[in-house]
């Protein structure tokens, strides 16, 4: 279990939003394997399965995947949704400790979700986040 909820602090970029389209199918993939992937991995899935070189996945660092991470469970947390993140861990065995109380747990309930519907309610999510996205003024 998270160690609270994910308050919205901050607002959902452009990139956040393409990023937690992309992420979304690669993490689907690997809770119907229930399996994990690492940062990397993660990064290195969305960039097969999105080509194009202008896609924010090629500025993204696998270190640096934690906020879009994050824009998941902003759409999730609200919900009552597993937290689908938790598949996801650095390069050791294991997520960092403070992240979980019991990571096998969360796990098994991400597995156990029935995520079939979730799809087209995270696209409308995104659509809402880049709507938003794209009114924000910019000065310079």
């Known amino acids: 279990m998270p160690l609270g909820p994910i308050p919205r602090q901050r607002r959902v970029t452009r990139d956040d939003e393409t990023l937690a389209r992309a992420i979304y199918p690669?993490?689907?993939?690997?809770?119907?394997?229930?399996?994990?992937?690492?940062?990397?991995?993660?990064?290195?899935?969305?960039?097969?399965?999105?080509?194009?070189?202008?896609?924010?996945?090629?500025?993204?660092?696998?270190?640096d995947l934690g906020r879009r991470l994050e824009t998941l469970r902003f759409f999730t947390a609200p919900r009552g949704y597993p937290d689908m993140t938790c598949v996801v861990?650095?390069?050791?065995?294991?997520?960092?400790?403070?992240a979980y109380e019991d990571p096998g747990s969360e796990a098994a309930k991400v597995a156990a979700f029935d995520w079939s519907a979730v799809e087209e309610e995270l696209a409308l999510q995104c659509d809402d986040w880049r709507r938003e996205a794209m009114s924000v003024v910019h000065l310079r």
Do not use: Q
């Not at 993939?29 to 896609?55: F, Q």
């Not at 861990?89 to 403070?98: I, K, M």
């Open 89 to 98: 861990f650095n390069a050791g065995p294991c997520p960092s400790p403070d």
């Open 26 to 63: 690669v993490l689907m993939d690997v809770v119907r394997r229930k399996g994990s992937i690492t940062y990397a991995d993660v990064v290195l899935s969305v960039r097969e399965r999105c080509p194009e070189p202008e896609h924010p996945i090629y500025r993204e660092k696998p270190r």
